[in-house]
């Protein structure tokens, strides 16, 4: 069955640099986008991008250019993000989706979360 | 970027009430939204796609409709395990953009 697995909590300092990790397992990696969502505590879901593993293509949300970077290791089944130059406002909880069918952005699966919190 | 206005913000209900939820998009996303549901401390699950089409699982008293730009959750007889938030989310174009977000609770 299709999982994924993310990596856990994270207590960073502000300015500096994070990379959170989601591993995929049941399904042919290569052949599925994988999608980052953002949820600040309190607040609605943001959504940070795609990529596809395949042939390691992405899409940004304008918002997190410069913020936000996907990357996929196809050896380990595993995608990536890394945020960079920390504050406060990147404290959140981060999800990786899997869609049902690559392009068709209806997701049936969820990855936990993974924690950051941005504090001196 | 394609705006989903979402409400109410929250809502109480009783048991066995029907519950409707909706979400306003700014712009025609034809039939590219869906609904999801999001218990305390969990990630979203998949209720409806496509507007109106139930996904895998999903209990037949939620249902989803559409009218021009305005998208409707429904909720036929609400129960206890229905408690949570509900976010639609517009699939038309990038970027990806959901509703703010509905909390539900038992009156």
């Known amino acids: 069955q299709v999982q994924l697995q993310q990596s856990g909590a994270e207590l960073v300092k502000p300015g500096s640099s994070v990379k959170i990790s989601c591993k995929a397992s049941g399904y042919t990696f290569t052949s599925y986008d994988m999608h980052w969502i953002k949820q600040q505590p309190g607040n609605g879901l943001e959504w940070i991008g795609w990529i596809y593993p395949g042939n390691g293509n992405t899409e940004y949300n304008q918002k997190f250019n410069g913020k936000a970077t996907l990357t996929a290791d196809k050896s380990s089944s595993t995608a990536y993000m890394q945020l960079s130059s920390l504050t406060s406002e990147d404290s959140a909880v981060y999800f990786c989706a899997r869609p049902r069918a690559s392009g068709w952005w209806y997701f049936d699966f969820w990855g936990p979360g993974t924690m950051v919190t941005v504090s001196s | 970027d394609i705006q989903m206005t979402q409400s109410p913000a929250s809502l109480s209900a009783s048991l066995e009430e029907i519950v409707t939820i909706t979400c306003q998009a700014s712009?025609?996303?034809?039939?590219?939204l869906s609904w999801y549901q999001q218990k305390p401390g969990k990630s979203p699950q998949l209720l409806i796609y496509g507007a109106t089409s139930l996904a895998d699982g999903v209990p037949s008293r939620f249902s989803g409709s559409r009218s021009d730009t305005q998208y409707s959750l429904k909720i036929s007889r609400l129960q206890v395990e229905d408690i949570g938030i509900y976010h639609c989310l517009q699939v038309y174009s990038a970027p990806l953009t959901f509703g703010s977000g509905t909390k539900l609770e038992i009156k």
């Open positions: 712009q025609d996303i034809g039939n590219w």
